[in-house]
């Protein structure tokens, strides 16, 4: 964001608890004494960042001390806490219709593409005033679209999916009426795509939430087999299949500080900090991502150890771990590596991605973090999480200074 825009944000204006919250919220976003100073978003996020934080400026007031978040249920117990995220409604996706939802590089790719695809129809259906035509919404995502980004292309280019393709792209050629389908206004999809995503109880708009909001089209008329495109694109947003055994008893999704700052997984009581008779902690893809990239750059050498250590223990098992069964961690609780389609990279937002996946397949999953920024964001994205108990966390690791000083008391003489 350039200096003129930031200085237009309503954020500039505003000193300790919203500067401070998005902070929290939003690791790349840039704080000098207590001020917003700069963004550096993701590429792919920018704009659905950039909108959403000035959405929640507006909306969020939380004390400064970022401290108020105390017990493990996700409830708030600072009495210098202003509302919002206190309340139950931070908890679901209802409460933030008006916020516009993150949208998946695929999804706004897809409609880059259908929204730029100039028209061809005749002349005197292409002068049509916010028109679009079916031919030219599935030619744009079949052609305009680069593979490994859009899925509905992917599909649409699958001849078993779209048998008529060739037709549909002579027709096009050609500029006649023939294979032209019926017309639409784009004026409302985003705003039927987002009420899709959000019926379904998804964060983050896919492309089969665009497909949802294009439904009312006349695929067959073009030989589309809408059903399998649909179930197709679904599918690979989702990720696998889980057995019906996966659904029992409480389920925990690991953060890396879990791994990094805590005791290894299998010496923590579970049960007892749950209260449940069994457990699933969920690992994943996003975490291992994250701590291989960690075990090469991390900053301390307990960081590096750890989660290399934790990576080829997941490795060895990962036949158990990728099982219907479950890796056995400790009596009552299994371990489980999942993730949703398309998630390769560390950041935060995709461990709450990761979340959401097992959330959208039945899951009722919660984020086992101690990153006060992580469970901030957790429960923006209406999930609740978990501390474990301070009893389970390692002694803090020594200095370089204190390293040196104690390897000194250790020679002889």
């Known amino acids: 964001m350039g200096p003129n825009k930031l200085a237009q944000s309503p954020l500039r204006g505003r000193r300790c608890s919203g500067d401070i919250l998005l902070a929290q919220l939003f690791t790349d976003i840039h704080i000098l004494h207590g001020r917003v100073n700069g963004y550096s978003p993701r590429p792919d996020r920018a704009p659905d960042l950039i909108r959403k934080i000035d959405s929640i400026a507006e909306k969020l007031s939380v004390s400064g001390d970022g401290d108020g978040v105390s017990d493990n249920s996700g409830r708030h117990s600072s009495p210098d806490c202003l509302g919002c995220l206190c309340s139950n409604e931070v908890a679901t996706a209802s409460s933030m219709k008006s916020v516009p939802l993150h949208w998946s590089q695929g999804a706004s790719d897809a409609l880059l593409a259908i929204r730029r695809r100039r028209s061809s129809a005749p002349d005197h259906l292409a002068r049509m005033q916010n028109v679009v035509w079916l031919r030219d919404i599935l030619l744009a995502l079949a052609e305009d679209t680069l593979p490994g980004i859009c899925l509905s292309g992917r599909f649409l280019r699958d001849p078993d999916i779209w048998s008529g393709a060739a037709q549909v792209i002579s027709a096009a050629e050609e500029r006649n009426s023939s294979w032209l389908g019926n017309g639409r206004s784009l004026f409302n999809i985003e705003v039927n795509a987002e009420r899709a995503a959000l019926a379904e109880g998804s964060w983050l708009v896919e492309e089969r939430h665009l497909l949802t909001a294009l439904a009312d089209s006349d695929y067959a008329q073009l030989s589309v087999n809408e059903k399998m495109l649909r179930n197709a694109v679904a599918e690979a947003e989702k990720g696998p299949d889980l057995p019906a055994s996966a659904f029992a008893g409480w389920h925990g999704l690991l953060d890396s500080n879990i791994v990094l700052q805590y005791q290894d997984i299998d010496q923590i009581k579970w049960l007892e900090e749950t209260g449940a008779k069994r457990v699933t902690l ?48 400790r009596e009552g609780v299994l371990g489980r590596v999942w993730g949703p389609a398309g998630r390769q990279s560390g950041y935060d937002s995709d461990h709450l991605d990761t979340a959401q996946g097992l959330r959208l397949r039945g899951i009722d999953v919660r984020v086992v973090t101690a990153d006060t920024g992580v469970q901030l964001r957790a429960r923006i994205e209406g999930f609740q999480w978990t501390e474990p108990d301070e009893k389970w966390k390692l002694p803090p690791e020594p200095t370089e200074a204190e390293r040196h000083a104690l390897a000194k008391q250790q020679l002889p003489g």
């Open 282 to 329: 969920w690992i994943g893809l996003s975490l291992l991502y994250e701590l291989e990239r960690l075990r090469y750059a991390g900053d301390t050498r307990r960081i590096r150890d750890r989660a290399a250590r934790f990576n080829k223990t997941v490795g060895r098992r990962q036949d158990e771990f990728l099982s219907p069964d479950g890796a056995a961690i």
